[in-house]
């Protein structure tokens, strides 16, 4: 059961988020030694990783390096040469090499995360036979093809063509953009339109060296310079009935659940780039004096480094608890991953504006590395699923979920979406009684149990899980259907449920710590910070959630609309002082 829907059908599911998740021993085994072994290869190569960005470019020997350390085998199972990595296991690797090159991260990411996911999720035990060792071994490296020029957030417009042949093969027409690893990968996942009378999308696996099949230039971009970025094209391709992937017509459910899957990679990664940020900010901060004194006894700098730990921390418990989701085999894990996503590269985007203010001139230069994270994280937000989209995304999930429990109650909201008001009273007693029950006021459940400390955090959360119910009920019943066209509202309910999703991870995890501590000196001092993060968390969320809420209600969304409309009609800025 996803957590964020029943929050927003106020119900908090305890059982789902405390305990907070421990690392398998299995993985904790294995981890120790290769996150060391990240370091040793990639430690040293820092002057390189400059120079590679600067050229666009990332030798093939560096590659052989990756391949060596069985990186593209990380998540592939030991029964197909891989490591058998858990996904949360998978999210700590990439954080570590995260903290020495983005570019190189995101090479082993996309292999992994979307690249040859498919194979693992819908491959049948021929496909995997097949394809897993190779890609484990990084004899062959995966890309996921989905973007095209005319096809962007609104992946279902696709125009890539996969016509059926009498023989049961097919005939891949059409080009794709924006493909990481696409120079360097041997293995596509190609999602194409079929030629069956519905047009329906269908999921290929595409071997490189197949004839018609070819790529691009490397693009020459912003950040992420030295990662492999390109067109990927399809002339004619031939493309045995064997390399469908799951169903045919079943191309968007697999392209959709293979991005889910994936993003606790990036959010791995987001958390990785912050520890970095933290530990170059604390060294700028004592190191660098001004008016006689190191710039980190000054309350404006300490400030960023606290919110900067905030931030770490809570992206940190967000990936990894819906790690864990996906690693125990839960279902309904989609809009959490999307929350988790959003809040890690945000949080990573606003942690790599912030050191570089404390590192001010010194952060400008090239010479240092603020500038480079500055770039190379900027990508986080706009791929596997644009910010804005996932807000949307997360709302109307949500909001779906709470209109299909409503509609238990058939005969109050028979005809909710048509006649919104007419079901008011019994929904209204309905919704009162069930948040009763939901929320706490029965004290009994484990957000009561909660050492002292984390007991104001989670009557925050407690509380606010009411609100987003009550609200979401209400817009529902306003608007029906047409909530889809109500962005800035969906905006809202979704930021509330950023808010508190990440929230209770941080509240667990803090408690989490607190009762792992008992009588050790050094972890008591790091349990006692993570309640204050606890709390500093709840404190900022719910001034955020009760802003959100209000403006639910009272805003200028009208005349925000209205004066775009404007701006956009003119094309530019009218007016001048001249
Ligand atoms: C470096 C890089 C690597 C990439 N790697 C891959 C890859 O490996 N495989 C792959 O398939 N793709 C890849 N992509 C493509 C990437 O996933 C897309 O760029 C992304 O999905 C957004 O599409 P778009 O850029 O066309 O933006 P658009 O979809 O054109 O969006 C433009 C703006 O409009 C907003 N918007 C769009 N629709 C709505 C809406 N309904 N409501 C409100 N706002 C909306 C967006 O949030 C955005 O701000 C990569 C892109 C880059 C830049």
Known sequence: MSVVKNLVAGRILEEQLFPYPRLRDSD???????????????????????????????PAEFIQGLRDLGLFGLIIPEEHGGIGLSNAAYARVLGQSSTHDSSATLTIGAHSSIGMKGLLLFGTAEQKARYLPKLASGEMIAAFCLTESGAGSDAASIRTRADKNPDGSWTLNGEKIWITNGGIADLYTVFARTSSPQGKITAFVVEAAWPGVGHGAHEDKMGIRASSTTTVSFADVRVPAENVLDMEGKGFKVAMAILNNGRTGLGGGAVGGMRTLIALSCAQAHTRKQFDQ???DFELIREKISQMTVDCFAAESAVYMVAHYIDSGFEDYSVEAAISKIFASEALQRGAYEALQIAAGSGFMREYPYEQVTRDCRILTIFEGTNEVLRLYIALSAL???GKSLGELKAAVDDIFNHPIKGFGVLSDYAERRLTRATGVGRDKILAQLPQSLRESAAIYERYTVEIARVSDLLLRRFGRSIADQQLKLKRIADIAIDLFVGLCVTSRAAQLAH??????ASTADAVQAATIAGLFAQQAKRR???NLRRIERNEDQEMNQLAGFILDKGHYPWDVM
């Open 516 to 521: 792992n501590a008992a009588g050790d000196a």
């Open 28 to 58: 904790r085994e294995v981890l120790g030694a290769m996150l060391d072994a990240i370091d040793q290869y990639l430690g040293p190569k820092h002057a390189d990783f400059k120079r590679w960005d600067r050229d666009a470019e990332q």
């Open 545 to 547: 959630m009760a802003n």
């Open 400 to 402: 779906k979920s709470l």
């Open 294 to 296: 190191p710039i980190g």
